[in-house]
């Protein structure tokens, strides 16, 4: 093969690995462009999805809405040190690091799964915004 015919298949392969992890959502993070991540409409969705499974009662922290915001946002940690969101800050967030897989937090959630990356970014911009009641 050519070296332009590589390098064809290697952008044409990089195009469709982005094109299967949104999984049928719109490839490109809510709150792109001017509009901030809504929590209601976007971070909530991801939690009902992929989380409230578990932590809807048997694993602690309760994401279920109307009251997942306020279990999150400057709430300790009740297992790891450090705070679960601390607004406009997603390193430092425990909540984000453990969907990122960072280590000294324990499992990575969902825990035995993998959150896709649209969803990380969503939850990373609704942090970075101020962790929003929107
Ligand atoms: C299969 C069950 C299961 C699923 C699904 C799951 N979790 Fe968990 N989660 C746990 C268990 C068990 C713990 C307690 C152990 C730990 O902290 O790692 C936990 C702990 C956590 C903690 C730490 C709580 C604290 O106070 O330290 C966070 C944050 C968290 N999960 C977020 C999530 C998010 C967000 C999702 C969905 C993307 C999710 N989890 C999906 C079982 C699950």
Redesign the pocket.
Known sequence: MTRGGRTAVLALLLVSAGGCSDRGRDPIAPGNGTAPVSYADDVQP??SA??????GG????E?GAPDSRTN?VG??????GGV?VVAGDPAVS??YR??TGDSG???R?????V?GAV?IET?RRWIAEGALDN
């Not at 992929?50 to 932590?55: D, E, P, Q, R, S």
């Not at 709430?75 to 790891?80: L, M, Q």
């Not at 959630?109 to 799964?113: E, H, K, S, T």
Request: aromatic content about 6%; proline content about 3%.
């Open positions: 991801i939690w992929h989380c409230t499974g578990c932590h048997t694993a602690g922290l994401l999150l709430v300790a940690s009740a297992n790891w679960l425990v909540l453990k969907l937090v324990g499992d959630m969902p825990q035995g799964g959150l969803d939850v």
